[in-house]
């Protein structure tokens, strides 16, 4: 039996991974537990890819052999914006982090911190979560408090409006920090489950980002919630 979504679709999943064995036991995996895997093994491969059909969910490394994986997380969110993107990557520096992050990535986990059940963790993604390392959430806010303290940095941009995002907005905002689904931040605000995505289109219309990550982000940094 496949896996489905909301919609009652077949979850497909682009896996993208040079290394053999990991990508075969990555598919492995994903296949058992009912997911349609198609698997590229460089930036090429993974073009050609798309150019078949909007995958569901991307899982990419970062490290390609003949590219950058932001260079395809950039493509793909711009292609396929419903499309949920995950980084799989030994990469955990700054860089790479925040750039996959501003992107488009929804998840990001280190490999050396992966997950025993990959199957879970990408139905997580697809219902809303944002699976991200522990040591990568941690060092997120750490960069963001020390951006916050010290007063010789200079100023992220113009201050954001805070006035424009109302309450309900402030209160989803966190639901999706807290990594809850759409249904569950409905029922815990008493929403019906339909109004959700409406909220937060306006959130990313206000705070003019794209992504959850994005999202989070920008709220953690322009001190709107506190994780």
């Given at each position: 039996?496949?896996?489905?979504?909301?919609?009652?679709?077949?979850?497909?999943?682009?896996?993208?991974?040079?290394?053999?064995?990991?990508?075969?036991?990555?598919?492995?995996?994903?296949?058992?537990?009912?997911?349609?895997?198609?698997?590229?093994?460089?930036?090429?491969?993974?073009?050609?890819?798309?150019?078949?059909?909007?995958?569901?969910?991307?899982?990419?490394?970062?490290?390609?052999?003949?590219?950058?994986?932001?260079?395809?997380?950039?493509?793909?969110?711009?292609?396929?914006?419903?499309?949920?993107?995950?980084?799989?990557?030994?990469?955990?520096?700054?860089?790479?982090?925040?750039?996959?992050?501003?992107?488009?990535?929804?998840?990001?986990?280190?490999?050396?911190?992966?997950?025993?059940?990959?199957?879970?963790?990408?139905?997580?993604?697809?219902?809303?979560?944002?699976?991200?390392?522990?040591?990568?959430?941690?060092?997120?806010?750490?960069?963001?408090?020390?951006?916050?303290?010290?007063?010789a940095d200079?100023?992220?941009?113009?201050?954001?409006?805070?006035?424009?995002?109302?309450?309900?907005?402030?209160?989803?905002?966190?639901?999706?920090?807290?990594?809850?689904?759409?249904?569950?931040?409905?029922?815990?605000?008493?929403?019906?489950?339909?109004?959700?995505?409406?909220?937060?289109?306006?959130?990313?219309?206000?705070?003019?980002?794209?992504?959850?990550?994005?999202?989070?982000?920008?709220a953690v940094?322009?001190?709107?919630?506190?994780?």
């Amino acid at each position: 039996m496949s896996e489905q979504d909301e919609m009652g679709e077949a979850i497909t999943i682009l896996l993208v991974e040079d290394d053999a064995p990991t990508c075969w036991r990555l598919q492995d995996a994903l296949v058992k537990a009912g997911y349609e895997v198609r698997s590229a093994g460089t930036l090429g491969e993974a073009r050609q890819a798309l150019n078949g059909g909007a995958p569901r969910v991307l899982l990419t490394d970062l490290r390609l052999p003949d590219g950058h994986g932001i260079e395809l997380i950039r493509e793909t969110r711009r292609r396929f914006p419903d499309t949920e993107i995950m980084v799989i990557s030994a990469l955990g520096d700054e860089e790479s982090v925040i750039s996959a992050i501003t992107v488009g990535a929804t998840g990001y986990l280190l490999k050396d911190a992966f997950p025993t059940d990959i199957a879970t963790t990408v139905r997580d993604l697809v219902a809303g979560h944002s699976p991200i390392s522990a040591s990568i959430a941690r060092f997120i806010v750490r960069r963001t408090q020390g951006a916050a303290q010290n007063p010789a940095d200079p100023p992220p941009g113009p201050a954001l409006n805070t006035a424009r995002l109302t309450p309900r907005e402030i209160d989803i905002l966190w639901g999706i920090a807290k990594g809850f689904s759409y249904a569950e931040i409905a029922s815990h605000l008493g929403l019906s489950r339909q109004t959700v995505p409406g909220h937060i289109k306006n959130i990313y219309r206000k705070l003019e980002v794209h992504t959850r990550s994005e999202a989070v982000f920008e709220a953690v940094q322009q001190g709107l919630i506190r994780l």
